[in-house]
């Protein structure tokens, strides 16, 4: 018997598992970091240098891990889709998915 807390690494029929989980707060997380670093880093005074070094490395760590994001999206089944979805979070998860990456 499954306990009801443990997470499996790849994904079910009907849930994404850990790695992908993993690969999309990961990646909603650093490009938010990376662009506070790349507008801000003016402001930091003798951080300026430490700044921009690790915005370009979050960049590049961003763009590698899309690689491995692709290749474990197609290695993996994708879940069925949640059949009713609230009409109040409909929007904002629309909104926060495909509109907010083409900001960076």
């Known amino acids: 018997m499954v306990n009801a807390t443990t997470m499996n ?3 079910k029929k009907n849930a994404y598992g850990f790695v992908s989980k993993f690969f999309h707060w990961i990646m909603a997380v650093m490009p938010i970091g990376a662009w506070l670093m790349g507008n801000f880093h003016g402001d930091v005074g003798s951080w300026k240098r ?6 370009y490395t979050l960049g590049i760590i961003v763009f590698i891990l899309v690689g491995f994001r692709l ?24 909104f926060l998915h495909f509109f907010t990456p083409s900001c960076f």
């Open 71 to 94: 290749v474990w999206r197609f290695k993996n089944i994708t879940p069925k889709p949640v059949k009713k979805t609230n009409g109040s979070t409909l929007f904002p998860t629309v």
């Open 9 to 11: 690494l790849s994904n």
């Open 50 to 55: 430490t700044f921009i070094i690790a915005h």
